[in-house]
Every structure is written in structure tokens, then in C-alpha cells.
């Protein structure tokens, strides 16, 4: 295949291919001056297979997390628990006292 800079064999190429000489020397310079960063499907499953080993990495970073987080949570229920049964002892103690 032709480099994209080399718009006489591009344009004899797609001279062959039907198009007629004014046509075919048009599309080759606009061919020749596209730009040299265009990506391809090469370029693309590269970048998808690094993305999908970050969200891995991700993944496991989470679950490593998972446990602690739960546990943190348990324990500030708890607590959270506790302060409410406290509360209504309190509260139950002061009834008590203003009734007795």
C-alpha cells in the first residue's frame, strides 16, 4: 500500500479504480495532508486492554477496601445503637423519677 504522502501513486491507483485524473489527483493531495495521528483499530484494543487492566487494578483495590469499610460501618451501628439505648434509659430513669 502507498504511504499517504506519495499522491502520485495514490493517484494512479485511484485512477485505476475508476475515477478520472482531476478526481483522483484531488483525493490524493487531501489524502496526503490527513493527519499522522490518526488512530487505528490497533491503537484502540491497545488502549482498551491497558484501560480494562487499570479497572482490574481498580477492582481489587476495592475489594480490599470492602472489609474495612463494613467493619467501620458495623462498629458506627453499633455505637450509633448504643447512644439510642442509652438515651431511652436515660429518658425511662427520668419517668421513673418523677413518678416514684
Given at each position: 500500500?502507498?504511504?499517504?504522502?506519495?499522491?502520485?501513486?495514490?493517484?494512479?491507483?485511484?485512477?485505476?479504480?475508476?475515477?478520472?485524473?482531476?478526481?483522483?489527483?484531488?483525493?490524493?493531495?487531501?489524502?496526503?495532508?490527513?493527519?499522522?495521528?490518526?488512530?487505528?483499530?490497533?491503537?484502540?484494543?491497545?488502549?482498551?486492554?491497558?484501560?480494562?487492566?487499570?479497572?482490574?487494578?481498580?477492582?481489587?483495590?476495592?475489594?480490599?477496601?470492602?472489609?474495612?469499610?463494613?467493619?467501620?460501618?458495623?462498629?458506627g451501628?453499633?455505637?450509633?445503637f448504643?447512644?439510642?439505648?442509652?438515651?431511652?434509659?436515660?429518658?425511662?430513669?427520668?419517668?421513673?423519677?418523677?413518678?416514684?
Open positions: 500500500m502507498a504511504m499517504a504522502s506519495d499522491t502520485l501513486s495514490i493517484s494512479k491507483g485511484l485512477r485505476a479504480a475508476g475515477f478520472n485524473e482531476q478526481q483522483a489527483d484531488a483525493l490524493a493531495t487531501h489524502i496526503a495532508v490527513l493527519p499522522s495521528n490518526l488512530v487505528t483499530k490497533q491503537d484502540l484494543a491497545i488502549e482498551v486492554s491497558r484501560l480494562e487492566h487499570r479497572i482490574d487494578q481498580l477492582d481489587h483495590k476495592v475489594d480490599q477496601i470492602e472489609p474495612r469499610l463494613l467493619l467501620k460501618l458495623g462498629a451501628m453499633a455505637a450509633g448504643g447512644l439510642v439505648l442509652t438515651a431511652i434509659s436515660i429518658g425511662v430513669g427520668a419517668i421513673l423519677s418523677q413518678l416514684g
